[in-house]
């Protein structure tokens, strides 16, 4: 017994002492203080590496991270920098163990788990990346980066519709930025909405007058929704802007714009610079060929028809539009054998059909005719060309 009672008070004495060893607790107050300015200087070294990142020195950029995580390595802003480091270099699988460590640390923040999309969305696994930025969503819902990162995916996913919903629910809320509203525009006119996306990217438009992206699209949905006298006037203003000049699309649509405003004279000024642009594109000649077609310009009208059909054979629309020349030359057989040529090259197209229908009444088959008439109406109970042509054929 006395010697369990002598172990004890041996026992207190040793604790006893060690709490009130003055050599002790000074070797406590310097690792805390060494501690301290080792994070202090972890986080100055942040801050230059940030700026090295910035100024896009990557390999200088590491080595200070590499620095900084030996004084502190509890830091997950440096772990994650030092992901976004290893991204741009292309090391992914690095970087996706840095950001795991800054989850770790920090699992609060939502920039490693948005970070982990973006790498998982290059590793094309998108149900993981996808998983990833809804979690960044979830804890930073403010970060309109990270809403957008989702929408992408979704749309990669082939999944429009929920991207379109998900942007949606959010316009009211980043009430100032542009970039969801272009984005939701984008999304509307792939739905054929077109007169709710003019809507939305003029919204676009007024929240970022600057911004020429924002206004070419604006220009397009104009464009489709037929409103081409407006569409006209920003295109005009689009295509004399340094980096955009030399877009030969932008003029295709403007001079589109301008034969439908009949004004076919400017619309050949127009499609010309197109061609001088890009005379490698069959779009550029078809779109002369309109031009010279509504000028009764029909020896320019086939050369340009040609050029076109000689760049891309695989296109109905130059068959077509020869088809229609013939026509109006009244060389029925040739038309017919233009028509055909479109038909066979885009099946599900009634517009072939029809035409075909046409020619064939001008060459005095209407039984013939009739039958064409029928086919296009069946590929589209809708197409008011075969309605018309059923009903004539039928006087």
């Avoid at 295709?252 to 009949?262: I, N, R, S, V």
């Amino acid at each position: 017994m006395r010697f369990k009672i002598a172990i004890c008070l041996a026992a207190a004495a040793l604790v006893a002492g060690c709490a009130s060893d003055p050599t002790q607790k000074t070797l406590s107050d310097k690792e805390q203080a060494m501690q301290t300015w080792n994070s202090t200087r972890s986080a100055i070294l942040l801050s230059l590496a940030r700026d090295q990142y910035h100024n896009g020195n990557f390999d200088k950029c590491k080595e200070t991270l590499n620095e900084a995580l030996r004084m502190d390595p509890t830091n997950a802003q440096t772990h994650i920098l030092l992901a976004k480091v290893s991204i741009e270099q292309g090391q992914l699988e690095v970087a996706e163990q840095e950001l795991a460590v800054a989850r770790q640390i920090d699992p609060k923040q939502g920039e490693a788990d948005y970070l982990s999309g973006v790498i998982y969305q290059r590793w094309q696994q998108m149900d993981k990346a996808l998983s990833f930025y809804q979690t960044a969503c979830d804890k930073a819902p403010t970060e309109l980066a990270y809403v957008m990162a989702k929408a992408e995916t979704l749309v990669t996913m082939d999944r429009q519709s929920e991207a379109l919903a998900l942007l949606q629910g959010k316009v009211t809320y980043f009430e100032h930025s542009p970039v969801i509203r272009d984005a939701v525009g984008m999304l509307l006119l792939e739905q054929h909405q077109t007169d709710a996306a003019v809507d939305m990217f003029r919204r676009a438009s007024i929240l970022g007058p600057d911004d020429l992206t924002v206004r070419e699209h604006l220009a397009r949905a104009l464009f489709e929704a037929g409103q081409t006298v407006e569409a006209a006037d920003i295109l005009s203003f689009l295509v004399t802007q340094d980096g955009l000049d030399k877009r030969a699309d932008l003029r295709l649509m403007l001079a589109e714009c301008q034969l439908t405003m009949g004004r076919p004279t400017d619309a050949r000024i127009t499609v010309q610079t197109a061609c001088d642009l890009e005379p490698s594109s069959a779009v550029a000649w078809l779109t002369a060929a309109k031009v010279s077609v509504a000028l009764g310009d029909e020896r320019r009208a086939e050369m340009s028809l040609n050029r076109s059909i000689s760049l891309d054979p695989t296109s109905a629309e130059g068959p077509l539009l020869m088809g229609y020349l013939r026509l109006k030359q009244e060389r029925y057989q040739d038309a017919l054998t233009s028509f055909n040529a479109a038909a066979n090259l885009n099946p599900g197209d009634s517009t072939s059909l029809c035409m075909i229908g046409y020619t064939l009444e001008k060459m005095n088959r209407p039984k013939d005719a009739e039958q064409y008439f029928k086919q296009a109406l069946k590929l589209d109970p809708k197409d008011t060309l075969a309605h018309k042509f059923m009903a004539d054929a039928g006087e």
